[in-house]
């Protein structure tokens, strides 16, 4: 039995060639979760979906699926684009990589997709890059089951201790320490800043990155997302956008966009 689906908000997370002139879709939807269609003929010269069907553009998209692999029917803007270029396109592309990994197909979550918009949009305007990241890191890492305890020592409802120091680990939380230094040792008073989202303190927003990259990796049982690898490179100069490179936004979509 077919399942019809008609003008449902979405946003494309990943595209990637399918035959001569089709594409397979990973979208994000309100109400479906993550769904994959295929797109026929829409890499075609000709195709009117070709300036609709990218990433980050808010959508209503339609499809029909027989099976796991359904195949799209229409799609339409519903809200303009948001202008993503640098350091914020590289991290709206960040986010899709935490979605595809983390989210299972056809599991509707619509405080994650409203959570997603409002990064997106975040991302769009320019505001403080990081801290949208780490904020859309802690939320969603909540919203899957896998919160960060940031409250209570591990094992104990003891809540932490602003002049403790605590060893983080993932499977358990804050374990308090005598010592000062560690990969994930941090005072007490940093992960409280961190829980309520202090994030106009560079201190607290470095120990936020430190803390959820251990924990994302953690989740992902080790495997680095494609983006940390292309941030590395524009930090190392081997990767850049703009005129005098010759590279454009296209040049980073494509990248992106491999499996």
Known sequence: MS???????????????FRDSSQILDILTRDHGRIAVVARGSRGAKSRLAGVLRPF?????SWVAKSDLGTLTGAEAAGAPTGLRGDALLSAYYVNELI???????????????????????????EDIAATLRDFEL???????????????????????????????????PVPVSRQEGPLVFRGSVLRAIAARQFGDPDVLRAANRL????????LGGKELQSRKVLREVHRGRFSLGPRTGRTSSDLTSIMSRP
């Open 100 to 126: 595809l990994n983390f989210m299972h197909r056809d599991d509707p979550q619509p405080e994650l997709f409203t959570l997603y918009g409002d990064a997106i949009v975040a991302l769009g305007h320019n």
């Open 212 to 219: 959820l990259r251990e924990v994302i990796t953690f989740h």
């Open 3 to 17: 399942k019809r689906v008609e003008q449902q908000r979405g946003y494309i997370l990943h595209h990637r060639p």
């Open 57 to 61: 553009l808010p959508l209503r998209v």
């Open 139 to 173: 939320e969603f890492l909540g919203l899957l089951g896998y919160a960060v305890n940031l409250a209570h020592e591990a094992g104990s409802h003891h809540e932490v201790e602003p002049d403790c120091h605590y060893d983080y680990r993932v499977e358990q939380g």
